[in-house]
């Protein structure tokens, strides 16, 4: 089995950083892209940034300059450093990993996500 663990979460002023963490364990035989995706109170699940195995990064514009988006492939973890924080940031925010299980073919696999509150 595979899993995808986000951890980081919590309540922070405006302008303030947080930095979340999700890590893949289980039967992995490769991991490729890796993101993070966030629903905020009323809205839809968007996209907030996205990196490659191999490093190329995508971000959200609404983010960009303010988030940035790194990754161990050691440990297969990924993480998101979130600086200068805003009320609109607060959302749950999903780790997503692109997973070739051992034995199994790619897809998908969400974490079960972690709240973000900025709030003074």
């Known amino acids: 089995q595979v899993q995808v663990v986000e951890s980081g979460g919590g309540l922070v002023q405006p302008g303030g950083s947080l930095r979340l963490s999700c890590t893949a364990s289980?039967?992995?035989?490769?991991?490729?892209?890796m993101g993070w995706h966030r629903q905020c109170p009323g809205k839809q699940r968007e996209l907030v940034a996205t990196?490659?195995?191999?490093?190329?990064?995508n971000y959200a514009q609404s983010i960009k300059g303010r988030f940035t988006i790194s990754r161990d492939n050691a440990k297969n973890t990924v993480y998101l450093q979130m600086n200068s924080l805003e009320p609109e940031d607060t959302a749950v925010y999903y780790c997503?990993?692109?997973?070739?299980?051992?034995?199994?073919?790619?897809?998908?696999?969400w974490g079960q996500g972690t709240q973000v509150t900025v709030s003074s």
């Open positions: 997503n990993a692109e997973i070739i299980p051992v034995g199994g073919s790619l897809r998908g696999f």
């Open positions: 990196i490659t195995k191999g490093g190329t990064i």
């Open positions: 289980g039967s992995i035989f490769n991991i490729y892209t």
